[in-house]
């Protein structure tokens, strides 16, 4: 889907999460924040993904979140520390689209963590939500 911008996964994808949300993990959220891209693509699948949960799940998308500075691609830095560092400063919050809310803050790919630790950080300290929580679809093999 990401490669070559092939949209059939974004269905299944969606109602996996949807499903794992409401029937496993049973968390009330008010709003999703997908994760800005590094990149810009025509297609972009973390976006689009949670569009689909979005409707599935019932809730809006939020706007409270912008990626405010270019970043190199985090695959190409191997160091957590030198990630961490490169995200500084990059997002900023509108906290009247996230104070008191219940976020799940959504992912494709969980890898060192440093992108997602870093917005979380940023919508604890300047968004005031009532919780932040994260989902990925899946995890960056070891190795």
Known sequence: MKYRQDKCAIGELAEAAADFCKNKWLLKIDTIIPV???QTRRLQPVAA???SLAVLLNVPLCA???KVKKTLQLKD???YHERTEALQDAFEIDASETK???ILLFDDLYGSGATVRTIA???LKRGGPK???LLTLTKKASG
Do not use: E, F, N
């Open 77 to 79: 830095l191997s160091d």
């Open 131 to 133: 919780s932040v929580h």
């Open 49 to 51: 993904v949670a569009q």
């Open 64 to 66: 409270g979140l912008k």
């Open 121 to 123: 950080d940023a919508l």
């Open 100 to 102: 008191g809310k219940r």
């Open 36 to 38: 800005p891209p590094t």
